[in-house]
């Protein structure tokens, strides 16, 4: 009997709450903020057995402090920014003077901390803080859940599943967005192949007509996939009429659907963001791991990009070489 995979939903629910981070940039970032906290809150309590709660509940905007566990001492800042310069800022508060026995936890909500862990930080009031224990993130977070016992993975599972509502519809139906995605997460992205023949001074000029200073690099690492993309339309498209048509118009509207709202790189991963959501609600999507998901969906938007099918095009925009 298999038992139920309760750390892939987990995992790939973190994952799509930090995509959702990164990609509203400073728009929304408070009100993400805000949730994120109140999440992190019960979240910490389920996954390590703490006693956490919103210290801004008793408090409003406490410097470096969103929470607290009084029972274990720990008081801990929930952050969207992972830098060197956003800890020692907190360590340095006078909020922490008043802490004294309690240790600072810093937990990243957005971005991986690997490379944070080894730096060596100012802590001028001397509160217990070690990098490798006491800097928590979505990583560190899962490799304590995976090795939990299956019936703690499994309240964790219904904790997220609650919590970050993204639960797959029942009656979710068949994509040829998912369909796509499955025939692009089997090719081997690595493996030499000629160069797409495209006007790369053409998507330069798009690029910098949408202010995409951020999102420039995606495009530019993914438009030379743009010939491989184009052959697999091709051979899905012998399965049916219109089949490629639909999956970018797919992309097309959940561009259209957030283009009121924001714009330039926040666009661009917005755009991302849906487009992953789209594909995790539909029935026939077969389920990878999140970094090849990522690198499907990057490849995929960006040869939406280069298609017209997204952003505004320049003047005689003309992708295709002659």
């Known amino acids: 009997m298999n038992r139920p995979n309760y750390f892939n939903t987990i995992e790939e629910r973190l994952n799509l709450l930090a995509l959702r981070i990164i990609s509203r940039g400073k728009l929304n970032i408070l009100d993400l903020h805000g949730h994120s906290e109140n999440f992190f809150q019960f979240f910490l309590n389920e996954v390590y057995g703490w006693t956490v709660t919103n210290e801004n509940d008793i408090k409003q905007n406490v410097e470096a402090i969103d929470l607290i566990d009084r029972t274990n001492k720990f008081v801990i800042q929930v952050s969207a920014t992972a830098s060197k310069q956003k800890i020692e800022t907190s360590l340095s508060k006078n909020s922490i003077k008043s802490y004294k026995g309690y240790t600072f936890k810093f937990v990243s909500i957005a971005s991986d901390a690997d490379e944070l862990r080894k730096n060596t930080f100012k802590n001028p009031h001397g509160i217990s803080f070690n990098t490798v224990t006491d800097i928590i993130d979505k990583n560190s977070i899962l490799s304590k859940i995976r090795g939990l016992h299956i019936t703690d993975q499994e309240r964790i599972y219904m904790f997220v599943k609650k919590e970050l509502v993204m639960e797959i519809d029942p009656m979710k139906l068949e994509t040829n967005l998912a369909t796509v995605i499955n025939i692009l997460s089997k090719e081997d992205w690595?493996?030499?192949?000629?160069?797409?023949?495209?006007?790369?001074?053409?998507?330069?000029?798009?690029?910098?007509?949408?202010?995409?200073?951020?999102?420039?690099?995606?495009?530019k690492d993914y438009s030379v996939h743009y010939g491989r993309v184009d052959k697999i339309y091709t051979e899905f498209d012998a399965q049916g009429s219109n089949k490629s048509s639909s999956v970018l118009s797919t992309v097309r509207q959940e561009y259209?659907?957030?283009?009121?709202?924001?714009?330039?790189?926040?666009?661009?991963?917005?755009?991302?963001?849906?487009?992953?959501?789209?594909?995790?609600?539909?029935?026939?999507?077969?389920?990878?791991?999140?970094?090849?998901l990522e690198l499907c969906i990057n490849i995929l938007v960006v040869d939406a990009f280069i298609r017209c099918k997204i952003f505004e095009n320049p003047d005689e925009y003309n992708y295709a070489t002659t």
Not at 191 to 214: C, G, M, Q, W, Y
Not at 280 to 292: M, V
């Open 190 to 219: 690595d493996k030499k192949e000629p160069v797409a023949e495209i006007n790369s001074f053409e998507i330069d000029r798009k690029i910098s007509h949408n202010n995409l200073d951020t999102a420039k690099t995606i495009i």
């Open 256 to 292: 259209a659907k957030t283009k009121g709202s924001l714009s330039d790189d926040q666009l661009f991963f917005e755009v991302i963001s849906k487009v992953q959501e789209k594909i995790l609600n539909s029935s026939n999507y077969t389920s990878i791991p999140f970094d090849e």
